[in-house]
């Protein structure tokens, strides 16, 4: 069975410091990744999606990036966070011909 | 503009009591109506994909429906252990895998 791991789970930065959150699928080969943000109260907002090793599409302008250096690996990253980068991150899965997405754990990311 | 709306924000049940929530969308070309379960500090979950108008989908005291505009999330004889906040998202042709979210709702049953 496919599962999908993120870490850290919480984590807590000061303004201006990097950032880089993993998410790691097992269990299925050339997945969709997917990387979205929850703020309180609110939905999910997509930030960047992927469909393969180095293609990174990206839904909103921000301080934020993402990678893809393997398969089943995808990676946020910012060089500088910002307050308003705080919020629950969350990794998702899809399959190539497949709509319904999976989502991992999540990170709290509490920035100072 | 590509719209999903959920209702209503939370709703307080008690233990047996029956209800429905609400997932209205606007977009165009709907390709799949997903409903999720989410706990706190967790990720969502998935319980439900819904493709076309009428069909319905079951899983224990769960059942969702669709409609040309929204979908339903019935909820009989709710348990304590249902709650939870639950998602709807839509997906929609040109928009590659992309879901959008509804804000959800918020449900706590008490005992």
């Known amino acids: 069975s496919q599962t999908i791991h993120q870490w850290p789970a919480t984590l807590v930065q000061p303004v201006g410091s990097p950032l880089s959150l993993e998410c790691t699928v097992e269990?299925?080969?050339?997945?969709?990744l997917y990387w979205y943000r929850q703020a309180a109260g609110r939905g999910l907002q997509l930030l960047f999606y992927?469909?393969?090793?180095?293609?990174i599409s990206s839904e909103v302008p921000q301080n934020l990036s993402a990678s893809r250096p393997q398969d089943r690996q995808f990676i946020l990253s910012s060089k500088k966070l910002l307050l308003s980068d705080s919020g629950f991150y969350l990794c998702?899965?899809?399959?190539?011909?497949?709509?319904?997405?999976?989502f991992g754990p999540g990170t709290r990311l509490t920035v100072l | 503009e590509d719209q999903v709306t959920q209702s209503p924000e939370a709703l307080r049940l008690q233990e047996g009591e029956s209800s429905s929530l609400n997932c209205s969308y606007t977009?165009?070309?709907?390709?799949?109506l997903f409903w999720y379960r989410q706990d706190p500090g967790k990720g969502p979950e998935f319980l439900f994909t819904?493709?076309?108008a009428g069909e319905e989908k079951e899983k224990e005291r769960l059942k969702a429906t669709l409609t040309k505009k929204e979908s339903f999330l019935h909820i009989t004889a709710p348990k304590p252990e249902d709650s939870a906040t639950y998602l709807c998202?839509?997906?929609?042709?040109?928009?590659?895998?992309?879901?959008?979210f509804g804000a959800g709702t918020r449900l706590a049953v008490h005992p």
């Open positions: 998702a899965w899809s399959g190539r011909a497949d709509n319904e997405q999976f």
């Open positions: 977009v165009s070309g709907l390709r799949g």
């Open positions: 992927s469909v393969g090793i180095g293609q």
């Open positions: 998202a839509v997906c929609f042709s040109g928009g590659y895998n992309k879901l959008i």
């Open positions: 269990g299925t080969s050339n997945p969709n």
């Open positions: 819904l493709y076309s």
